[in-house]
Nanobody
Framework: QVQLVESGGGLVQAGGSLRLSCAAS????????MGWFRQAPGKEREFVAA???????YYADSVKGRITISRDHAKNTVYLQMNSLKPDDTAVYYC?????????????????WGQGTQVTVSS
């Protein structure tokens, strides 16, 4: 089993920045990819970004150039640096871990999920 705990959400004005963290524990050696997803009220959960063990990164088109995913292997932590935030970025952000190398932009590829952290961007 893998446990994931997110932190770093909050309220920020449009144009501001936030950094989300996701600390993994348990059978972390089995993880091949870590991802971030988000879900806004009344909308489906959507892919934001992912990073594989080989450090390859993947982003949704809507966040490219504004959001960066990174990881600290020593701390078993993945980060999501979000800049130039917009009101449309308001959502609950979820960290996820996958044992797979494939389809990591799909939520179905992930076996483990955190509890989510709220990000609210005011206009």
């Amino acid at each position: 089993q893998v446990q994931l705990v997110e932190s770093g959400g909050g309220l920020v004005q449009a144009g501001g920045s936030l950094r989300l963290s996701c600390a993994a524990s348990g059978r972390t050696f089995s993880i091949n990819a870590m991802g971030w997803f988000r879900q806004a009220p009344g909308k489906e959960r959507e892919f934001v970004a992912a990073i594989k063990v080989n450090e390859n990164t993947y982003y949704a088109d809507s966040v490219k150039g504004r959001i960066t995913i990174s990881r600290d292997h020593a701390k078993n932590t993945v980060y999501l640096q979000m800049n130039s935030l917009k009101p449309d970025d308001t959502a609950v952000y979820y960290c996820a871990a996958s044992n797979s190398h494939f389809d990591i932009s799909r939520s179905s590829a992930y076996e483990y999920w955190g509890q989510g952290t709220q990000v609210t961007v005011s206009s």
